[in-house]
């Protein structure tokens, strides 16, 4: 399945999305306070920088 939004609670309003937690981009998330491009807290989701 393909969804796109702009923003990750769009993402999250499909009931089709799982929003699993990707455990590799929290481990960013703790070690640096954010999490970098092109990586998302959910698996299987990627953002892209402009």
């Known amino acids: 399945m393909f969804l796109f939004g702009s923003e990750l609670k769009a993402l999250a309003a499909h009931p089709a999305f799982e929003g699993d937690v990707?455990?590799?981009?929290?481990?960013?998330?703790?070690?640096h306070g954010y999490i970098a491009s092109p990586w998302s807290i959910y698996k299987g989701v990627r953002k892209r920088s402009v």
């Open 22 to 31: 990707d455990r590799d981009a929290l481990t960013l998330l703790l070690r």
